[in-house]
């Protein structure tokens, strides 16, 4: 087997999580999707540290985590106020600052 | 020439777990998209980073396969079931669409997005692969944090300040201060009493001597569910159970019962033989 194919799957993960992310309303899911294309593009790294034989696309890859990890934090406060104050967690019904 | 595409393709175990794992984790990535509720989403995405997981030890990233089942299947997914709970009342998707045609938009998209990335893949030369096994040669962990805490070292020391930022925003974000005093039970009755609905306390669910689980409403006397005896919450997940049906069945069969032992109908037809039988 071709070691691209890891780039295949990641390339495939990524699409299927932007589609999510356009296609569904409710706030948590769309933030899961987010959650998949990150995580497809860490997989998309460290293949290509295997690749080019030196462990920068994986120091990559830990630093995506990190920031992964801080985002949902804070992504999911923010859910939850947006919930407690409109009572659904559906992206559409946020259109508060619409004129 | 050979010794090149050795090291150029992986083992043929490697590629049976590949295609194997590959294709779960695709399914799992369709099923967070495509699941209505958004606990079995969480649970797919969960599925896929495990599968992801195994895909960096298989790489020979030792350290992020690690750390992505702890950090990813451990932490951020029960956060997120944490908040599905929290959530979780109307968490169930509407499937009415708002904008016209955007579902099948955002599926074009998709393909046409897809399509522009595999095929860049597919362009783009990559013909050098090296193998990790010599950057792996004093051990991964050794190797990552060498590169940690010298070239990386500023991202790295940054990388606290983010987390602190983001611990405090989370906490300033969800922290919510009490406006008014909590209202005391003297103050609660004395309102009730004032608006003269449910004075006494509100009734309890159901207490046939078969049901007496939360879910399930009371009986008014005329056999329908009164709503009132199921908590609030139950009520707007829609998660009331109706046995009223299968209560007034169960009469209706007890009564026949009682019935025929009483004589009260015809005896069926085996008895009648059998009787004849022993006179």
Not at chain 2, 148 to 161: N, Q
Not at chain 2, 171 to 189: I, P
Not at chain 2, 222 to 244: C, F, M, N
Request: net charge positive.
């Amino acid at each position: 087997m071709n070691p691209v194919n890891y780039l295949y799957l990641a390339a495939l993960l990524f699409t299927i999580g932007a589609t999510g992310v356009l296609i569904r309303r409710n706030a948590i899911v769309v933030f899961m999707c987010i959650e998949l294309m990150l995580n497809a593009c860490n997989l998309a790294f460290v293949a290509f540290s295997r690749m080019h034989g030196n462990l920068d696309g994986q120091i990559i890859a830990f630093f995506t985590m990190v920031v992964a990890a801080a985002e949902v934090v804070v992504g999911l406060a923010i859910i939850v106020s947006l919930f407690r104050t409109r009572h659904s967690a559906s992206v559409d019904d946020a259109s508060l600052m619409k004129l | 020439m050979t010794a090149t595409l050795a090291a150029y393709t992986t083992s043929t175990g490697e590629a049976f777990q590949f295609w194997v794992l590959g294709t779960i984790a695709v399914i799992g990535a369709l099923c967070t998209v495509f699941m209505k509720k958004a606990v079995h989403s969480a649970l797919c995405l969960a599925g896929t980073m495990i599968v992801l997981a195994v895909f960096y030890l298989a790489n020979g990233a030792y350290f992020l396969g690690i750390v992505q089942i702890v950090v990813y299947t451990g932490a951020i997914m029960m956060l997120f079931l944490f908040v599905v709970m929290l959530v979780g009342v109307t968490a169930a998707d509407s499937l009415k669409e708002t904008i016209k045609g955007q579902r099948w938009l955002a599926l074009l998209c998709g393909l046409g997005f897809g399509i522009l990335l595999l095929a860049g893949i597919a362009n783009a030369s990559l013909k050098d692969f090296a193998g990790i096994g010599k950057a792996n040669a004093g051990g991964n962990v050794e190797g990552l944090a060498s590169l940690i805490f010298t070239k990386y070292v500023y991202a790295f020391e940054l990388t606290g300040a983010l987390l602190i930022t983001a611990a405090v925003g989370a906490m300033v974000l969800t922290h919510r201060e009490r406006t008014e005093r909590a209202r005391t039970q003297r103050e609660l009755s004395e309102q009730r009493v004032r608006e003269g609905r449910y004075v006494p306390p509100l009734p309890a669910p159901g207490v046939y001597a078969r049901h007496n689980a939360v879910d399930i409403a009371g009986l008014l006397p005329d056999g329908t569910p009164s709503e009132l005896t199921v908590s609030r919450t139950l009520r707007e997940r829609g998660q009331i159970r109706d046995v009223s049906a299968e209560a007034l069945n169960d009469l209706k069969a007890l009564e026949q019962r009682a019935a025929e032992r009483l004589g009260r109908t015809e005896i069926p037809a085996t008895f009648k033989r059998t009787e004849e039988a022993s006179q």
